[in-house]
Nanobody, 124 residues
């Protein structure tokens, strides 16, 4: 069964850091582009970052550029999202998914096998 599971969310103060993990089961994650998205209640899910396979090209939303870093460990079948200098507006449920087509544009309809999400709350 193809499945992605997100973990690593939690409560952090502004300026703090968290590392999210996206763990795959049922398939080899290393052969597929992976994206991280986030969603707050009442708003559409938005792309945060994504990473390619072989050359590991990465893309970021402007709102997280220079603060977040995506990486992958194909041996462990995990994609990470390192989040630094977190802001209250980063509060959301974070999801990972498998990309297809023009995945680098981070359009939700070009992603599938969504995980259940992990909550990130940035608050003092």
């Amino acid at each position: 069964q193809v499945q992605l599971v997100e973990s690593g969310g939690g409560l952090v103060q502004p300026g703090g850091s968290l590392t999210l993990s996206c763990t795959a089961s049922g398939f080899q994650l290393g052969y597929l582009p992976i994206g991280w998205f986030r969603q707050v209640p009442g708003k559409e899910r938005e792309g945060v970052s994504c990473i390619s396979t072989g050359d590991r090209r990465s893309y970021y939303a402007d709102s997280v550029k220079d603060r977040f870093a995506i990486s992958r460990d194909n041996a462990k079948n995990i994609v990470y999202l390192q989040m630094n200098n977190l802001k209250p507006e980063d509060t959301a449920v974070y999801y990972c998914a498998v990309g297809r087509g023009s995945w680098h544009l981070m359009r939700t309809y070009e992603y599938e096998y969504w995980g259940q999400g992990t909550q990130v709350t940035v608050s003092s």
